[in-house]
């Protein structure tokens, strides 16, 4: 201690100081002794377990004994090691066993598990809903569709690249393509594996019948369930060859580039479309569609208000009376005529919702001469949901009506500038003249609402409007149909509303009206088309050339109209088969058995496993020992003999016209034209008979004898046809194997289905039309097989008679028929 140097003492002693008090200092053992008397001290225990939980409290305990006890303070700085040592020794073990013992004591407390970040598949699902969400506002259908031919995502229609591996979706740029891959990524990889087996297999078969149902079962089969919705669109929309079927098709129509074929052969073989009227408006469409994805929606127009009801000669005239007399423009005030042509046709378009129903209202005398009106929109999606300003119209061609009320009946997302309910923000005229329209949107199923409708006691809506509703696209009675069970309820309401029907294409509104009524409603406008159609359009993959001649679905292009009260008038309805089944049944004593097909013959009503039909068939194609049916839902069926009683042979075709036979040695009968075959036709044989005026009369049968000994697809004997626009006839063997006589209305096609086809063996057939009566028949074997009433017909005009293929219009032929 007194050789320690001056600069290690005490902090604020002088050196000399502490010297001098070394010096005086008592011997070593003492203080030595002092310090250990401290370390047995209550004091110093009490020290360690101080500094055992906060080290602070040694700092703490030096500055109070500076003041306290400044001898032992002197003490602890001589001897400051020791002090720390005898402070600290076995402190951290003391430590340790009290937080064990303290932990002994207390309960256990749940070990916490941290959570692991997203698996593999969870980023996968996330990126897949990322890629899903939309990349634009508007709904519109031909924006939200898949379109192969434009770019996945943007809907661009120039500068693309073809996806490298599968060779079925284009991108403008490579972040679109990383954006859509997410969605894209397995019906990329599946696609790519079957380009060399499965999609060679169903080349040159139909695309929607045959060919996608069994790409749609291999897929499930691979992968252990269907297709998610968006790759079952990408999968349905493979592009494939216009032709031949072949997917995927690469080579693009030079025109329009919506078209794929796959190779330059096919694509000379349909040069007629290069350039038509239908490649040249599909063009626009996908152009319209590439500015409403840009553009977040339609373009915006004016019209002005109407004094009064608009004339009959703009229900007569359409599209080119209705811009004259509503001074339709630009949302500037810009003349309309003056706009880009893809402007006009995208405000055309939002216009044909609007005007089709109106229309259908005039046909069916129903007018808007209410003050307050409600409108049910049903199953509401895309077009009816886009551009709700478009509705305004209604209040622009109605002075009477001071409000409207638009529900929408929708199970989809909210989409566009429709919320759950508001107002529409009208155009400065329609406020001054005090109008209103509240647009409502029902995020639920329909027959939900309706049944919500009738518990509610809500008043009847003066009008229901169904756009496109495709109502058979379903077989009767199938789980998955949205609209079987919501229109029979709503037929059942009797309450005097009037439903309008707008369809895409004139097969589509056929089959509605049928439909329609089986439900209980009364046709009050027959189908027809519309003068208010949509411009644009998408080419129709799934109806053939004779079941929608133009080759394109167009909205709003047809509609028809209905009531279900008890003042609905409508045309003659025949009378229900069951009703004829019921009378006549009660005077059989007993059902007849049936042990071989032979026992039935067609036209005989059976019951079939409890249901009453017809017999169509024996022995068809795929079912040699069965026995066709066409029950009363309009199904065919195929039944064993001992699934089936005949109880009324004699009502074989009960309608009197029907049963007639055919007279060909009738006076009324001038025979114009007879050709001696016979004619062998291989699938890739015809002859052309010239053209001859004589032998296409407004009235006339046709007949001939035919063997059909295969093929596929349609096939036709005979064929006096032209495309435009579709008139004269066509008898053929159509898609489901059975005889088929067509004729042209100078719109569309109309006509009946016969019998299935029996292979190999002879079969005479007679397609008769009468123009007085408006009626169509076939005739097969002699024996009336079906016909139709109120079919116009526009004779051939100019086109040869074609024996052995189909499309005599043209002199590349199709649809051979094998003889």
Known sequence: AAHQPADQGAPGERPSEL?????EAPAAPARVADLEAFAHSEGFQQLRSEVAQDPKALETFLEKITSEDPQLMKVITIYQQDFLSMLTTGLLEAAKAQREEVKEQEPPVPEVVKPSGPSAEQKAKRKILQSLQPTTKTCHTIVRLH???????????????????????????RDHQRRFWPRHQAVCRFIS???????????????????????????????????????????????????????PATLLCTYCSQVAYCSEECKDVDSEHQGSWQCRQVAATAVAAELMHKAGGGFGFLTDLAEGPLPDSIFRNGWQDFVDYSGLRGMNGEDFRTLHPTAQQIIIDSLSFPMSVL???????????????????????????????????????APHVKSIEVHFVTTEARHGNAEASCKLDLCEECKLQGQEMTLVVHETSLLDFVEEEIRSGSSPPFLRVAYSPALARLPLGDSEDLWEAPMKRIAELQDDALLVITERTMTDIYEDEERLELFGFTTVVPSRNSNFPSPLTLFDGVRSDEENPIGLTIWNMS????????????????????????????????????????????????LARGMEGEVTGLRCRGYPNGVEVRLETGERKHFLPNELSIVAKDLALSNASLADQLDLQDPRFKLQLRLKGPWICDGNTMEDVPFNEEVNPASFVVSLTARCDGGRGFR?????????????????????DRWAFWL???????????PSVELGRPTELQGVYDAQSRCVRLFVDGQCVGQKHGVDFVPNQKRPLRIGAGRSENPVARYFFQE
């Open 716 to 736: 036709s004997p005979l064929s006096s046809r032209d495309h435009e626009p579709p008139s004269g006839y066509v008898l053929y063997v159509d898609g489901d």
């Open 19 to 23: 010297l001098s008090e070394a010096r």
């Open 193 to 247: 594996s079957i380009k060399g087996g499965l999609l060679q297999q169903v080349a040159g078969r139909d695309w929607v019948s045959d060919a996608l149902p069994q790409i749609v079962d291999t897929w499930t089969k691979s992968r252990g369930q269907p297709p998610e919705p968006w790759q079952l669109e990408q999968l349905v929309h493979l592009p494939h060859c216009k032709v031949c079927s072949k997917a």
């Open 359 to 397: 229309e259908a209202c005039r046909f069916a005398n129903h007018p808007w001469n209410q003050p307050h009106i409600k409108i049910h929109i049903l199953n509401a999606y895309g077009c009816a949901m886009a551009d709700m300003n478009k509705y305004e119209e209604w209040l622009r061609r």
């Open 147 to 173: 379109n192969p031919y434009s770019c996945a995502v943007c809907k661009a229609t120039t500068e693309l690249s073809l996806c490298s591996s599968c060779h079925s979706v284009r991108f403008c740029c």
């Open 559 to 606: 509609l028809c109209a209905f009531k279900a009260g008890p003042g609905a008038t409508s045309r003659p309805r025949s009378p229900k088969a069951s009703d004829v089944l019921e009378d006549k049944a009660k005077l059989l004593d007993a059902a007849i058995e049936v042990k071989v097909p032979e026992d039935c013959a067609i036209g005989d009503r059976v």
């Open 744 to 754: 042209g209305d100078g719109h569309y096609w109309s006509g009946v289905q016969g």
